[in-house]
């Protein structure tokens, strides 16, 4: 198979760069750096029906992954998570149609395989051996993983309070793991350090331009599972926002490749009542977040006070005619417990957000009973047993 992966993209100026060598936030602006493919050549040349028959995971979807040769995919199967159906939630609250797609299923139990598998094959492709990651708990085990697999060194910051599980896969998988008196933006400021000393390759989310390509994949899985048309609603719980941007943009490729048409779900940020600097500026309209101050939620994953893309977030709920709400640690619990009785999922307090979010906005009318919604669980519960 082929990757029509033609070049990098600022986000922010459309300055381009060549996509052949290690980068991490545009040299000029210091934004996000986009990988851009060639998709007025791949429109005529792939079949998306031809990618039902391949192995369902998210490098069936190679044509639109950034690597070149198959050789450097560094996989453990990630991606081709169920989107299941969740009658007795619907049932439960008035829903025509609610689906829970499951990223707990993923290897190292959480989504964030699909952007580290992503990150560390291309890391491969491009010589690059010993990488660093800031991380709140669950990029870090599966980077560490990654990096087992591939044979790279692998570096983690993460905050001490991070769950005990992240801590341990990090280190059963021969990471050299430091903890951080601090929150994910303290690590990040220490990993960055680190990295310039030693030479480490920083894969920090969305500084570094593959990651996003990972967790795009959602999207396109959404799509593909739904016959190539997408939900009225997706909800996500958002921290660096990199799933919910990265589904954003599989949308824009997928229309551009004329797999889909022009419509396009609300996208939907849910966070903690504890960091929530998305729904802060997207209420009072900014592009940018400020960081949130003493940052707490029993969510780790959505413990973000800042995100380097936000206005990639915050563009994409506001075209989509989403919104951002926050919901509070009680309430994620409660949604944890309707999930793993109702459904017979044990999501994590993430993904359990979702829920919780949704179903405020079913009260308040910003989302109808009709609308086809996709809950977005990132990750699994056994990963939080200190939490129930
Ligand atoms: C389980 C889980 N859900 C959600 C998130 C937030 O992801 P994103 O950075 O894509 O917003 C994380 C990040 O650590 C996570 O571990």
Redesign the pocket.
Known sequence: MKSYLSHLECTETGETYSADEPHTLSPGAQKVLYPRYDLETAKREIDRNAIDHRPPNMWRFFEVMPVRDESNVVTMGEGGTPMLRARRLEAAHDARTLYIKDEGLNPTG???ARGLSAAVSRAKELGLTRLVVP?????AGALASYCAKAGMECHVFMPKDAPDANKRETEMAGAHLTLVDGLISDAGAMSRKVAAELGLFDVS?LREPYRVEG?KTMGYEIAQDLGWRLPDVIV?????????VGMWKAFNEMEELGWIGPERPKMIVVQAEGCAPIVRAFERGERHAEPWENATTI????R?PS?VGDYLILDAVRESGGTAITVSDAEIVESMKEIASLEGIWP?P??AATLTGYLKLRESGVIGAEEETVLMN??TGYKYMDLV
């Open positions: 959480s989504f964030k991380s709140a708990g669950n990029a989310t967790k996500y719980p958002t921290g660096g926002g990199t799933g919910i969510a780790a994953g959505i973000v995100a994590a993430e993904g990132t990750g």
